[in-house]
Nanobody, 123 residues
Framework: QVQLMESGGGSVQAGGSLRLSCAAS????????MGWFRQVPGKEREGIAV???????SHADFVKGRFTISKDNYKNTLYLEMNSLKPEDTAMYYC?????????????????RGQGTLVIVSS
């Protein structure tokens, strides 16, 4: 089973940038839909972006133009480039995988398998 490990979180000021990474292990040349979620305590987890095996991406409206999902198939690593960060972006960020599909079927099919990485944005 593919395991995921997120990294790259931290504390930044509003307007700053961070790049999150998600290293996948347990398989090579992973060709599945992958994505990012975030969650704030007391609130529902929300989907941020997904990328399929062909590199096609989709981003939630609230991050469009600020966040970019990408991946390096050779390194089995997923990324989330976050720019123009806002205090409301403060959350625990998780990467996820849909092991059953090369195309993205929706956030409901994604499985979170890591511990997450914390992003704190101060005003």
């Amino acid at each position: 089973q593919v395991q995921l490990m997120e990294s790259g979180g931290g504390s930044v000021q509003a307007g700053g940038s961070l790049r999150l990474s998600c290293a996948a292990s347990g398989a090579t040349n992973i060709r599945s839909c992958m994505g990012w979620f975030r969650q704030v305590p007391g609130k529902e987890r929300e989907g941020i972006a997904v990328i399929d095996s062909a590199g096609k991406t989709s981003h939630a409206d609230f991050v469009k133009g600020r966040f970019t999902i990408s991946k390096d198939n050779y390194k089995n690593t997923l990324y989330l480039e976050m720019n123009s960060l806002k205090p409301e972006d403060t959350a625990m960020y998780y990467c996820a995988i849909d092991p059953g599909s090369w195309s993205c079927r929706g956030y409901g099919w994604l499985e979170v398998r890591g511990q997450g990485t914390l992003v704190i944005v101060s005003s």
